[in-house]
């Protein structure tokens, strides 16, 4: 069965120090993987996309990576803030396909 | 643009009762979604329009959700019966055509919250 897999346990890290999330699916081949963040009570807010010919994007303190081998992509913030805090979910479109597909999401905590 | 409009924001209503929650996108985009969150479940995907179209339903958990999109402009996801596991947050969300600079990211609403009594 399709499955997209994100870091199980909650992240709390010191302002300053760079957050790594994971990423892990079985059983898609995706053509785009999309990384969003929600704050409680919103909805989610597209943050970065990555075409599964890309191996590497950044956007100001965010860096995502994309291994189609490894099936795994690993979302970076570095320089956290606390207003960094948030949680973070990533989602897979397969080729040809309009559906957006998410993970559980990864809640992050950066402590002043 | 106002992004994508829900409502109601809440909802609380008893077990048996009709719910319909109401979507709006955002002027020019063609596909719109209707997903929902629960801590269990995560974020669910339920249907899916294509230029008015549902292309597919097959997250709708049974017979007793619907969804229409009579024009591009207004979408609704009605449940008749409501159950207590009904319970979730229910958002929408809509995305331009691909093409160009474009690549479907989807803009969500703000959800409507349900609690079935």
Redesign the interface.
């Given at each position: 069965s399709q499955k997209i897999e994100q870091n199980s346990e909650a992240l709390n890290i010191q302002e300053g120090k760079t957050a790594t999330l994971t990423c892990n699916y079985t059983n898609y081949s995706p053509a785009?993987l999309?990384w969003?963040r929600q704050d409680p009570?919103?909805?989610?807010?597209?943050l970065l996309?990555i075409?599964e010919n890309e191996k590497e994007k950044r956007k100001e303190r965010l860096k995502v990576t994309f291994d189609t081998t490894l099936k795994q992509s690993l979302f970076h913030i570095t320089a956290s803030q606390p207003a960094d805090s948030a949680t973070y979910?990533c989602a897979l479109?397969e080729a040809f396909d309009?559906?957006?597909?998410?993970?559980?999401?990864t809640t992050v905590t950066v402590r002043a | 643009d106002a992004g994508?409009i829900q409502s109601p924001r809440h909802e609380v209503t008893e077990m048996g009762q009709e719910v319909t929650l109401r979507c709006k996108p955002i002027s020019g985009h063609n596909?719109l979604?209707w997903?929902r969150q629960t801590m269990m479940r995560?974020?669910e995907?339920l249907i899916?329009f294509?230029n008015n179209v549902p292309?597919?339903d097959s997250g709708m958990p049974e017979d007793r959700f619907s969804a229409k999109m009579p024009n591009a402009s207004f979408s609704t996801l009605k449940i008749q019966p409501s159950e207590p596991r009904d319970s979730a947050v229910y958002?929408c969300?809509s995305?331009a055509p691909k093409g160009g600079a474009n690549?479907?990211?989807?803009?969500?609403?703000?959800?409507s919250r349900l609690t079935v009594l």
């Open positions: 785009y999309q969003y009570g919103r909805g989610p807010v597209f996309l075409r979910l479109e309009y559906k957006l597909s998410f993970g559980a999401g | 994508v596909s979604f997903y995560g974020l995907l899916y294509n292309i597919d958002f969300a995305s690549t479907g990211e989807l803009f969500f609403g703000e959800g």
